[in-house]
Nanobody, 120 residues
Framework: QVQLVESGGGLVQPGGSLRLSCAAS????????MGWYRQAPGSKRELVAA???????KYADSVKGQFTISRGNSRNTVYLQMNSLTPEDTGVYYC??????????????WGQGTQVTVSS
């Protein structure tokens, strides 16, 4: 019943920027953390950035100073601002959410993925 809806992916030239959005909806009670993963062609899925309910943030070393993750005023929304994009940033980006139900049960949810292509 929980759904993560992503937007903002697409084709961009090297040096350009994109802003990804993810909105969680449905029977979600308490979001502990939200983050973004990516999977490049022929590679394993890797963590790009994450932010927890206390505002603590971590980034992959490869994107520090380049990407910025943030939570929206609606706490069910997370953004990823991607600047100075290079072809190595190409891949499918997935939104990820950790949450607890009303009864305290932990759950993990994934978005469907959005394609980001950096090319001239």
């Amino acid at each position: 019943q929980v759904q993560l809806v992503e937007s903002g992916g697409g084709l961009v030239q090297p040096g350009g920027s994109l802003r990804l959005s993810c909105a969680a909806s449905g029977s979600i009670f308490n979001i502990a953390a939200m983050g973004w993963y990516r999977q490049a062609p022929g590679s394993k899925r890797e963590l790009v950035a994450a932010i927890n309910s206390g505002g603590d943030i971590k980034y992959a070393d490869s994107v520090k100073g380049q990407f910025t993750i943030s939570r929206g005023n609606s706490r069910n929304t997370v953004y990823l601002q991607m600047n100075s994009l290079t072809p190595e940033d190409t891949g499918v980006y997935y939104c990820n959410v950790h949450s607890f139900s009303r009864t305290g049960v932990f759950n993990e949810y994934w978005g469907q993925g959005t394609q980001v292509t950096v090319s001239s």
